[in-house]
């Protein structure tokens, strides 16, 4: 049974910082390339970041690029969203998703269907 279940959302203040973790279990998590999504009041949920099994390759939407930043710890399971700089604009359901993609240079950025989600966690930016 695949589980991806999201931690670190919270309410921040403009300009401040939080650091998503979502904790995988039931895959070879080394074979999986791991993205976050989110989903704002009212809109369509988008892509927000991913990265390859080995951290080597990430991608980003425009708009976070060079305020979020997307790790993980394959030793532990677990990929990570640096949040900072935090603007209204980022309030969303962040979740994240697993892709199959054991080949480093498999494309996973904007428009990849991904296999496994989370449940998401909420992340409010106050202004």
């Known amino acids: 049974q695949v589980q991806l279940v999201e931690s670190g959302g919270g309410l921040v203040q403009a300009g401040g910082s939080l650091r998503l973790s979502c904790a995988a279990s039931?895959?070879?998590?080394?074979?999986?390339?791991m993205g976050w999504f989110r989903q704002a009041p009212g809109k369509e949920r988008e892509f927000v970041s991913a990265?390859?099994?080995?951290?080597?390759?990430?991608y980003y939407r425009d708009s976070v690029e060079g305020r979020f930043t997307i790790s993980r710890d394959n030793a532990k399971n677990t990929v990570y969203l640096q949040m900072n700089s935090l603007i209204p604009e980022d309030t969303a359901v962040y979740y994240c998703?697993?892709?199959?993609?054991?080949?480093?240079?498999?494309?996973?950025?904007?428009?990849?269907?991904?296999?496994?989600w989370g449940q998401g966690t909420l992340v409010t930016v106050s202004s």
């Open positions: 998703a697993a892709r199959y993609a054991p080949k480093e240079n498999a494309y996973i950025g904007l428009g990849t269907i991904y296999d496994y």
């Open positions: 039931g895959i070879t998590f080394s074979s999986y390339a």
């Open positions: 990265l390859s099994w080995s951290g080597g390759n990430t």
